[in-house]
C-alpha cells in the first residue's frame, strides 16, 4: 500500500541549522556521491526567502523551485538511467557545482554494531589481508553519517571504496555492496547510519511508540532513569571518576596499563541510547532521501530478557512502518537475523533463553510486504563473541536476499522456512518452504529437532529426511503434539537445502512464555509439593530458609505473585512484606529476606499439566528441588525438569 508523502518542516529543521542568505545543501549531497536511478530523486536545501533555485544535471535544466518563507526549499530532479559521472549545478545566490556524480542503487545501512563494525575491526586478519588489495570499487561510494551526541546537522563525505578506504567501510555492508556491483554492474550508494549496541526503539519515533503498551515498561525505565540521574552524575563526578583517577595515576606510576575509564551514568539529556533520540539524531534528517531500500542488522540489545525479545515481534515491525510512513511509500526493508552465540545447545529446548523468540520475531516480521531475511544462524565459530567474524557469508547472503526480493532474480536467497505440521500416529512431518531443490543433513545425522507431546515437555527427536519434508519421532513421546527446531541461543541444527542455506529456527506451537501464569498474577497463593502433599513454610521473620513442611494450608506461607514479564514472577511473603532470595549458585536456601525489587529471585512458572507446577530460577536457569521429607530447605539446583520438585500452587482467597 503506498503512504502518504510526509515533507514536515521538522524533517527539515533537522537537516540544515539555519537559513541563511545562500544557497546551501545538507552534507548528504555532495561531491562523489550516488544518486538513485530510474526514479525523480528528492534534493532539499535553504536559500533566501522567495528566492529562486535551478538544478541542472550536466548543464540540462531540470527543475526549478522557490525558497520558503522560512528560506526552505525542495525540488526532484528527473529520473536517470545507471552511469555516470556527471555534474548537478544549482542556480542561485551563489550558484553550486557537485562533481563526479554517479546515478545508481542506493540503500541505507542501519542497526547496532554487526551493522556498525568495520571491516579492520570485525574480520579475521587473514580474510582483510586478502580482500583489501582486492577492494578497488569505484562505483561503490559509502556516505558515513556518523554518532552525532545531539541534534546537529548531518557531517561527512562521501567516499569512494578502494583498497585504502575499504578498512573503514562497515563489514557487513561491504560484502553486501560488492556482491550487489559484481552481479548488477552498477554504481552502488551506501549511507551508513549504525549504531552499536542500540535497541530498536531508539530508531523509532516517540510519536510511534507511545502508542505501544510493550513500550510501557520501558518508558518507565527511562522516567526512573532520567529523575535519578542529577543524583547519579554528582556520584559519578565526586566519587567514581576520582577514584578512577586515582586508580589510573597508581598504574602509570607503575608501569601498567591505567583501567579504563567508566561510563557516565544513564538517563542523561544527550544519552543515545533513550528511545526516539537515533531516529531524531540520524534518520529524520536523512528523510526525504530517495533510496531503493534498506539493510538493517540488529537484534541483539532487544534479546536481553525475555520481556524484550517478545516485545520485539511489536517493536520492530512498528519501527519498519515509521520509517516507511515517512518517506511514503513501502521500500524494501531486508535484515540479518540474529547469529548463534552463546554456550552450545545440549538442551531439546533450554527454558529461558531469548535469542530463540528475537529469531521467531524477526521472522514473523516477514509478514510484512517487501521485507527479507538473511539467515546466519550457523556462521558464528566463537560463540562468545556477539560479533560474528563471517561478515563475508553475512553480506554475501544479504545481497541474495536483495537480488532476489528486490531485483527480481531467480537466486536462492534464504534457507528452508517452517511451512507446517503433521500428525501421523506416533511421529510429526514437518513441511517447508523454500527448499531450493532438496534438504540434507551437513553431517551423519539430522540433529536440532525436538518433540514434546501435550504437557510441552520436550525431549531430542529421531529426525529423517524424507523429499521436501522431515519426520520426527521419539520413543519417549507416544502422541506428538508440537515440534521444535534449533530452538535455543546457540542452537546445534544441521538441515540445509540444495543451495546450502541452513533452515530457519522455528517452533510449531504458539503460546508465549508466561500466558499459562497470568491467572496467578497479582494473587495470593499457597505452594504445596507434590513429593510429600505438605506446603511451603517459613519463619516471618524471614530468617529461615522455605521448606515444604507444613501440614496444612494455615501453616502455608502465602505468597503474593508479583508479575515481571515474560513469565517471571516475584514471591513476596504475606508474613513479612519480604521477596524470595536466592544465589546465582543454587546450591544456598531459599529465604524471604530481600526488602527491594532491586534483590530478589526471579522464577518462571513451568507448567507440567495435572496441576504440577515447577519453579525455574532466572539467575541460574535451574530448577527448585526438595527432599521428599520436606526437611531440607529448598534451593534452585537442577539443571534437569525431570528432577524438579513440583508444586500445587492454590490461590488463596
Excluded at 102 to 122: A, I, P, R
Excluded at 520 to 539: C, D, E, F, I, M
Excluded at 544 to 568: C, H, Y
Amino acid at each position: 500500500m503506498k503512504l502518504l508523502r510526509l515533507f514536515t518542516l521538522a524533517v527539515f529543521a533537522s537537516q540544515l541549522t539555519s537559513v541563511g542568505a545562500a544557497v546551501e545543501l545538507p552534507a548528504l549531497f555532495g561531491d562523489n556521491m550516488v544518486l538513485q536511478r530510474d526514479v525523480p530523486v528528492n534534493i532539499w536545501g535553504t536559500a533566501s526567502p522567495g528566492e529562486t533555485v535551478t538544478l541542472a544535471v550536466d548543464g540540462r535544466k531540470e527543475a526549478t523551485t522557490k525558497a520558503r518563507p522560512d528560506g526552505r526549499w525542495k525540488a526532484q530532479l528527473l529520473a536517470h538511467k545507471a552511469g555516470g559521472p556527471h555534474e548537478l549545478t544549482l542556480t542561485g545566490t551563489p550558484s553550486l557545482t557537485l562533481h563526479n556524480i554517479l546515478f545508481g542503487d542506493v540503500w541505507l545501512l542501519t542497526g547496532q554494531s554487526n551493522m556498525d563494525g568495520n571491516s579492520k575491526g570485525m574480520l579475521k586478519p587473514e580474510v582483510l589481508a586478502a580482500e583489501q588489495p582486492k577492494a578497488n570499487y569505484p562505483d561503490l561510494r559509502y556516505y558515513t553519517v556518523g554518532h552525532p551526541r545531539k541534534m546537529e546537522p548531518l557531517q561527512g563525505n562521501w567516499i569512494a571504496c578502494t583498497p585504502e578506504t575499504m578498512p573503514g567501510l562497515s563489514a557487513t555492508g561491504y560484502f553486501f555492496a560488492r556482491d550487489l556491483i559484481e552481479k548488477l554492474k552498477i554504481p552502488i550508494g551506501l549511507i551508513s547510519a549504525p549504531w552499536s549496541g542500540q535497541r530498536s526503539e531508539t530508531f523509532t519515533s516517540l510519536g510511534v511508540l507511545e502508542k505501544l503498551p510493550e513500550y510501557k515498561p520501558l518508558k518507565e525505565k527511562w522516567e526512573k532513569l532520567t529523575a535519578d540521574y542529577p543524583a547519579q552524575m554528582k556520584i559519578y563526578e565526586t566519587v567514581t571518576l576520582p577514584k578512577w583517577q586515582a586508580a589510573a595515576d597508581q598504574a602509570k606510576q607503575a608501569g601498567q596499563k591505567a583501567p579504563n575509564r567508566p561510563n557516565p551514568p544513564k538517563g542523561g539529556p544527550d544519552d543515545e541510547s533513550r528511545p526516539g533520540t537515533l531516529f531524531e539524531r540520524m534518520i529524520a534528517p536523512l528523510i526525504p532521501v530517495t533510496i531503493k531500500g534498506i539493510a538493517w542488522y540488529q537484534g541483539e540489545s532487544n534479546a536481553d530478557t525475555m520481556a524484550d525479545a517478545i516485545a520485539y515481534r511489536v517493536m520492530f515491525p512498528a519501527m519498519i512502518n515509521d520509517w516507511r510512513a515517512r518517506w511514503g511509500w513501502d521500500m524494501p526493508f531486508l535484515f540479518v537475523q540474529l547469529a548463534n552465540f552463546r554456550a552450545v545447545q545440549t538442551e531439546p529446548s533450554p527454558r529461558g533463553e531469548a535469542w530463540p523468540y528475537v529469531r521467531e520475531s524477526q521472522t514473523l516480521t516477514l509478514g510484512l510486504p517487501a521485507t527479507g531475511m538473511s539467515l546466519t544462524v550457523d556462521l558464528n565459530d566463537d560463540p562468545a563473541n556477539i560479533h560474528p567474524k563471517n561478515k563475508v557469508t553475512t553480506g554475501a547472503r544479504l545481497a541474495q536476499v536483495a537480488l532476489a526480493k528486490v531485483y527480481g532474480q531467480k537466486v536462492p536467497y534464504t534457507g528452508p522456512l517452517y511451512r507446517g505440521m503433521k500428525i501421523e500416529g506416533n511421529r510429526v512431518r514437518v513441511s517447508f518452504d523454500n527448499v531450493n531443490g532438496s534438504l540434507k543433513a551437513r553431517g551423519p545425522v539430522l540433529k536440532g529437532f525436538a518433540l514434546a507431546g501435550a504437557d510441552g515437555k520436550f525431549v531430542w527427536g529421531d529426525a529423517k529426511i524424507d523429499g521436501a519434508t522431515v519426520v520426527v519421532s521419539s520413543p519417549q513421546i507416544a502422541t506428538p503434539a508440537m515440534v521444535r527446531y534449533d530452538w535455543a541461543d546457540n542452537p546445534i541444527g544441521n538441515l540445509y537445502d540444495g543451495a546450502d542455506l541452513p533452515a530457519a529456527p522455528f517452533r510449531s506451537d504458539t503460546s508465549l512464555p508466561g500466558e499459562a501464569v497470568v491467572p496467578l498474577l497479582g494473587k495470593v497463593v499457597t505452594l504445596r509439593a507434590q513429593a510429600n502433599g505438605k506446603y511451603v513454610t517459613s519463619t516471618p521473620q524471614g530468617k529461615g530458609p522455605l521448606v515444604n513442611n507444613g501440614s496444612t494450608a494455615a501453616d502455608a506461607e502465602k505468597f503474593t505473585v508479583i508479575d515481571r514479564g515474560a513469565g517471571f514472577v516475584t514471591l513476596q511473603a504475606k508474613s513479612n512484606g519480604k521477596y524470595a532470595w536466592g544465589l546465582p549458585s543454587g546450591k544456598d536456601n531459599l529465604t524471604i529476606v530481600s526488602s527491594n525489587l532491586g534483590n530478589f529471585e526471579m522464577f518462571e512458572l513451568v507448567p507440567l499439566g495435572k496441576g504440577a507446577w515447577a519453579l525455574s530460577a532466572e539467575s541460574n536457569r535451574k530448577f527448585v528441588t526438595a527432599d521428599a521429607e520436606g526437611k531440607k530447605p529448598l534451593v534452585n539446583d537442577s539443571a534437569d525438569a525431570g528432577a524438579a520438585q513440583t508444586f500445587e500452587i492454590s490461590i488463596q482467597p
